[in-house]
Every structure is written in C-alpha cells, then in structure tokens.
C-alpha cells in the first residue's frame, strides 16, 4: 500500500477530486428512494398535485446534477489512470535493467 500511496502522489489532488464527486453522487442517488417516497406519501395518497410537481422537480434536479457529477469525476479519473498507466510503463521499461538483463 505504501508503494501505491507513493505513485500516486503527484495526483494526490486528482484523487481527492475524484472520492469527493463520487460521494456526492452516491448520496444524490441514495437520495432518490427517499424522494420518491414523498410523491407517494405526500402527494398520491393524500391527492396533492402540487406535492408531486415540487418533489418531481427536486428529483428531475437531483438526477441532471448526479449525471453532471460523472461527467465531472470522468476527467480527473482520466488523468490519474494516464499519470499511472506512464508510471507503470516506465517501471516495465526498466525491469530488464533492474534484473541484471535477464529475460
């Protein structure tokens, strides 16, 4: 584990970017049930049209933002995945070398 903490180091930022847009969205989506809820509570049951359409909104809302979300987690997740990808190349370049130059 230390090794891989050593990696990705100089996209430690990228890395917080990413775990902070992807709770987000996990927490919008888990939201989603507790809304739907509502319209059902609120708004079918006792007959209540304007209950429904404000809930509905908040969900339209919720959903456009958790997919705005993983557009936004996609790039820094990008460039983490490209930065590692150069790091292990580099570190496959180098293994004959480091092993006396043997195959």
Do not use: C
Not at 29 to 36: A, G, T
Not at 59 to 81: K, Y
């Amino acid at each position: 584990m230390p090794k891989l903490l050593r990696l990705i180091a100089p996209y430690r930022a990228s890395v917080v970017i990413v775990l902070a847009l992807a709770l987000a969205q996990s927490l919008a989506n888990l939201y989603l049930p507790r809304l739907m809820a509502d319209i059902v509570d609120q708004g079918i049951v006792k007959e209540d049209n304007a209950a429904i359409l404000s809930v509905g909104v908040w969900m339209l809302l919720i959903v456009t933002h958790s997919f705005g979300l993983e557009w936004q987690t996609a790039w820094p997740l990008l460039l983490v995945l490209v930065g590692l990808s150069m790091v292990v190349r580099a570190l496959l370049q180098a293994l004959p070398a480091l092993l006396g130059g043997r195959s």
